[in-house]
């Protein structure tokens, strides 16, 4: 067995069984946490709520979206970005038709890929400049933000060294760092990510059953 089919072979496998258990493990833990039983009278629906809790914080309200537009542009930037690289570049597609045997949606073209690594890598510097330059952010930041946004850059640098595939060793190198952070993952605040959204609907319920806009 070569390094290469080891890092995309029994690697990789352990890293995805780690990242998948860790994550669930982590998500049950959050939802049996429960809340305490609201014993006032219900002016609204909490489940409403949830989903406008949602829905409502994707989009700042105006007197914040002034003052925070660069972190605005710059998470949705490289959060949409890693999205369409994750889903539709060429060689995650071909890799995940190796894995399970079936085909899979069409690729982005290649411009198409250029275009959101760029937006991607701009959106995700922009966050960690105003991780420590921001006074506010720097106080509630630490080295585990700092380990995820560097972690998961040099995963997207190596992706796109290893695009061609013209050399094993950065392939070998690309999927060693991606097994890597696929294991710190589910330990970090990474896990935003899935949590996210457990969070917000958390504050709408509350918002809501008490008949108020979250």
Same mark, same amino acid.
């Given at each position: 067995?070569?390094?290469? &089919?080891f890092? &995309?072979?029994p690697f990789?496998y ?11 493990? %982590? ?6 946490i =429960?809340?305490? +039983?609201? /014993?006032a009278p219900? %002016?609204?629906s909490?489940?409403?709520g949830?989903f +406008?809790g949602n ?13 925070t537009w660069?972190h605005?542009?710059g ?8 999205f369409?690289?994750l ?5 995650? /597609?071909a ?7 079936? &085909? ?6 290649r411009?198409a890929f250029?275009?959101a690594?760029e ?5 995700? /510097?922009v966050?960690? @400049?105003? %991780?420590f330059?921001d006074? @506010?952010?720097r106080l509630?930041s630490?080295w585990?933000d700092? @380990? ?6 040099? @995963? ?11 050399h094993?060793s950065l392939r070998i190198l690309h999927?060693?760092?991606v097994n890597i952070w ?9 896990m ?8 917000r609907?958390a504050? =709408?319920?509350?918002?809501g059953?008490?008949g108020?806009?979250?």
């Open positions: 067995m070569t390094l290469l &089919e890092v &995309e072979g990789f352990f890293s995805a069984a780690v990242f998948i258990v860790a994550a669930l493990w %982590r998500l049950v833990g959050i939802i049996r =429960g809340r305490k +039983k609201d /014993i219900a %002016r609204g909490a489940v409403t949830f +406008k829905l409502r914080h994707f989009f700042p309200r105006g007197l914040f979206a002034q003052r660069m605005l542009l998470g949705y930037g490289f959060h949409l970005g890693l369409a690289l889903l539709f570049a060429a060689p995650h /597609i890799f995940a038709e190796r894995l399970f045997g079936i &085909e899979l949606w069409p690729a982005m073209p411009w250029i275009i690594a937006i991607s890598f701009a959106g995700l /510097i966050l960690w @400049v105003r %991780r330059s006074p @506010v952010m509630i630490d585990d700092h @380990v995820g946004s560097w972690l998961t850059f040099l @995963v997207m640098l190596s992706g796109c060294l290893a695009l061609q595939e013209a094993d999927m060693g760092l696929l294991i710190y993952f589910p330990f970090s605040r990474l935003h990510s899935f949590t996210f959204f457990l969070s609907g504050t =709408g319920a509350v918002y059953r008490k108020m806009n979250p």
